[in-house]
């Protein structure tokens, strides 16, 4: 028998399916449910519970699971974390094989399949925060700044249209290794996962305890170049342009020359640049299928 912590993002009413897969955890575990009530709860609640739970589960989507994994590395507790996806965005739930369904939910935490992997953190002026999936700058910053106060349907792509209009865009420098580019960026990923923005495999390398943080650039391209390479992101595929490059490392700092360019965090909006980004190795256990 575990203790789990369950921290629910209390944005969401608790749908039939969340209400199913804690029974299904009560009867075979002791389980508290926390329900978050303001941005950044749940971090806090994630200290709490990390004294006191075996196993921490994040309720919502990318942004929830991002809090909860702050709230691990800050508490410097031993704990082993996973997340049920019911967010807007479940890019990390997704491409990890982690469904919604309650039942194979709970057989995931029976068969106790524990990994040690990676976290990324970065560094800037608004201090340090980790992500377990992928950070970017550019227009990915650009629209989580925006997101919480946009209204009505389809607000991801309305924000990224609008993102290449009213955004211009940063000119950097990106330094890793013995690597450096300076380019005017529409966005550079920096990546522990490999899916982020509601389906986009970004980075098809990246793994999520391999030491390391894959990185997509993509530079200075149109709206129009940008639409059509969308379906080869969907599909996982590797973009063959001459603006576009990848490359990996454990550190990458972000030098910035000219605009503003802002940062994301799984999805989080995090200050503007320059910044640093780096891989924490097996920093967190995590129970995947």
Known sequence: MKKIAVIVNGKKRFSSRINRMIELLKMEHTVQVMTTEYSGHAVDLAIDACGAANVLVAAGGDGTLNEVVNGICASGKSTTLSVYPCGNGNDFATA?????????????????CVREIDVGVVTNDEGKKFFINIASIGIGGYVAQKINEAGGVLKYPRLIVEGFFRMKKAEVVIRWGDSKVQALVLTAAFCNGTTFA????????????????????????????????????????????????????????????????????????????????????????????
Do not use: W
């Open 96 to 112: 990890m094989g982690i469904g919604k369904h309650p039942e194979k939910f709970v057989a995931m935490i029976r068969k106790n």
């Open 198 to 289: 509601n389906g986009l495999v970004i980075q098809p390398d990246a793994r999520l305890d391999d030491g390391l943080l894959h990185s997509c650039l993509i530079g200075d391209v149109s709206v129009g170049e940008y639409v059509k390479n969308l379906r080869r992101l969907k599909k996982g595929r590797k973009l063959n342009h001459p603006k576009v490059g990848y490359g990996f490392g454990e550190k990458y700092t972000i030098e910035l020359i000219d605009g503003e360019c802002h940062i994301e965090t799984d999805g989080e909006y995090f200050g503007m640049c320059p910044a640093v980004f780096e891989i924490e190795k097996e920093k967190i256990s995590f129970l995947l299928p």
